[in-house]
């Protein structure tokens, strides 16, 4: 009986150790490729909906997504909010 509960707390004292241990945890990189989600252009995505801003833009069109952004910046700036 003795036997068993020694056997016993060194299964649980190897089992607790065991769990403490960390893996080893490496990323293989394959050399040259990019293995992330490609980024588009910002006027080629859709205006967001959006109770904070009211700008819009065309789709794809790179001149009417700087034109809101200027807007936006414009009715950001303080100085120009308060003349």
Same mark, same amino acid.
């Given at each position: ?5 020694? %056997?016993?707390? %060194? ?20 050399q ?16 967001a ?17 700087e ?7 414009l009715?950001?700036?303080e100085?120009?909010r308060?003349?």
């Amino acid at each position: 009986m003795k036997a068993f509960v020694l %056997a016993a707390a %060194a299964l649980i004292a190897a089992t607790g150790l065991e769990a403490c241990g960390e893996r080893e945890q490496v990323i293989v990189y394959k050399q040259g490729k990019y293995q992330g989600k490609p980024d588009s252009k910002p006027w080629d995505n859709d205006p967001a909906a959006s109770l904070y801003t009211s700008s819009k833009w065309t789709k794809g069109d790179q001149t009417s997504w700087e034109n809101a952004i200027r807007t936006r910046n414009l009715y950001q700036n303080e100085m120009t909010r308060a003349k």
